[in-house]
């Protein structure tokens, strides 16, 4: 069966740090084997169907051919054997910007719902007519200071998905602040930029009705936006 692996550069595999036999000239790449019984996040050849992909954004994008034995867990599939097919092209560092970038407007869409709501207009305002990310963020955070409870944390939700898109901490609000360890690559980026702005539909969704349950039904909602946008850019 054919589906989908997400690996670090140069076919690497992110918590294996096996790197993958690349596809050759005149068809796909070697056959990779697993010993012993399948056990998710353990044994076995990892892979995902397109449903799953947003659970394991990395910086490139494979299909996968799954043989043998094949088992399907609640966000993967564990197979004894797979090769890689061919690399999806349209999964570029790029790509994957333009993805947390589209995940930090969609923040802020989230930040004018709720201002609407208590009638902060005038914040709301200036955050639709911020025209990019960073003047987004200095709008968000003003409007951060002057909201309370889940207003305000939404409006301090899109600043963090722009500090985030832009490879930095969430709290880092200040442009000048100095960045610390190894930057994130941009797959990296993209992956922690959609959670986080799942995160923040789920408690969007929580402020509108009132409600905690509706967390899962905000997040669920954000994530199959989400996973539209990905699937549509990669042709899948």
Not at 9 to 22: E, I, K, L, V
Not at 169 to 195: K, L, Q, S
Not at 201 to 222: I, K, P, Q, W
């Amino acid at each position: 069966m054919t589906a989908y692996k997400f690996l670090a550069a140069g076919g690497t595999g992110r918590f294996s740090d096996f790197r993958w036999p690349a596809p050759r000239d005149d068809g796909p790449g070697e056959w990779v084997e697993a010993s012993g019984p399948l056990e998710d996040c353990r044994r076995g050849v990892h892979a995902c169907a397109p449903e799953h992909l947003l659970d394991w954004i990395d910086d490139e994008l494979w299909a996968i051919e799954l043989a043998g034995d094949v088992t399907e867990g609640e966000s993967m599939l564990v197979a004894e054997r797979g090769r890689l097919v061919e690399r999806v092209e349209a999964w570029d560092g790029e790509a994957a910007q333009a993805f947390a970038d589209a995940c930090a407007w969609r923040a802020r869409d989230l930040a004018i719902a709720a201002l609407r709501r208590v009638r902060l207009t005038e914040a709301a305002a200036d955050l639709v007519a911020s025209v990019e990310l960073r003047r987004m963020q200095e709008t968000a955070v003003r409007a951060h200071a002057q909201a309370d409870g889940s207003v305000g944390e939404l409006s301090g939700f899109a600043a963090d998905a722009v500090a985030l898109a832009e490879g930095k901490r969430p709290e880092m609000w200040d442009a000048e602040a100095p960045r610390t360890g190894t930057p994130p690559t941009r797959g990296a980026i993209a992956a922690n930029v959609g959670f986080v702005v799942a995160h923040a539909a789920g408690r969007g969704a929580v402020a509108e009705t009132g409600r905690e349950e509706a967390y899962a039904d905000g997040f669920a909602a954000e994530r199959a936006r989400q996973l539209a946008w990905l699937r549509d850019r990669c042709g899948i």
